[in-house]
């Protein structure tokens, strides 16, 4: 399904980081980050369903 990204080398990354700083400007791009940051995390929660949550709840009680 994500075959397409493995083909991604550094210059795209720098490439891709600079057409998101130019668009998102230096103050934005930390904010913008942490948002994608949060998404990624929640998918992945989302796919795990009720185990990521019991983890976390059983690490709370110890």
């Given at each position: 399904?994500?075959?397409?990204?493995?083909?991604?080398?550094?210059?795209?990354l720098?490439?891709?980081l600079i057409?998101?700083?130019v668009?998102?400007?230096?103050?934005?791009?930390?904010?913008?980050?942490?948002?994608?940051?949060?998404?990624?995390?929640?998918?992945?929660?989302?796919?795990?369903?009720?185990?990521?949550?019991?983890?976390?709840?059983?690490?709370?009680v110890?």
């Amino acid at each position: 399904m994500f075959g397409y990204i493995a083909n991604i080398g550094p210059a795209s990354l720098v490439l891709i980081l600079i057409i998101a700083l130019v668009i998102f400007g230096p103050g934005k791009l930390p904010g913008v980050g942490k948002a994608l940051g949060e998404s990624i995390s929640g998918f992945k929660k989302g796919l795990n369903g009720d185990e990521g949550e019991k983890k976390e709840e059983t690490k709370e009680v110890e």
